[in-house]
């Protein structure tokens, strides 16, 4: 499986980002995308994940801010992101856990920068 993320970027406070993850070669249909996030120093921390029936999961800090989404036809995985904070930025990880045989995938991480 191989994940290609992108969207990231530098954004002032309050601003907007939108990352999109497109997974390919795996075929599991049964499945949980998500987004993981690691700021400078410290541990990779979910964000949110969203599995193949549309169940969404978000960390606290995040809620009412940020949207997952997902197109399976096209088996991406996408994140809105709203009113930044500079506590946003890190790097964001695309996730796959293959839920039948508990395999997990990463991307190879976009950067969020958020400072004015």
């Not at 994140?79 to 796959?96: A, F, W």
């Amino acid at each position: 499986v191989q994940l290609q993320a992108s969207g990231g970027g530098l954004v002032q406070p309050g601003g907007s980002l939108r990352l999109s993850c497109a997974a390919s070669g795996g075929g599991f249909s049964i499945n949980r995308m998500g987004w993981y996030s690691q700021a400078p120093g410290k541990q990779r921390e979910l964000v949110a994940t969203i599995t193949s029936g549309g169940t969404t999961n978000y960390a606290d800090s995040v809620k009412g801010r940020f949207t997952i989404s997902r197109d399976n036809a096209k088996n991406t995985v996408y994140l809105q992101m709203n009113s930044l904070k500079p506590e946003d930025t890190g790097v964001y990880y695309c996730n796959l856990h293959a839920t039948v045989t508990g395999g997990d995938y990463w991307g190879q991480g976009t950067l969020v920068t958020v400072s004015s």
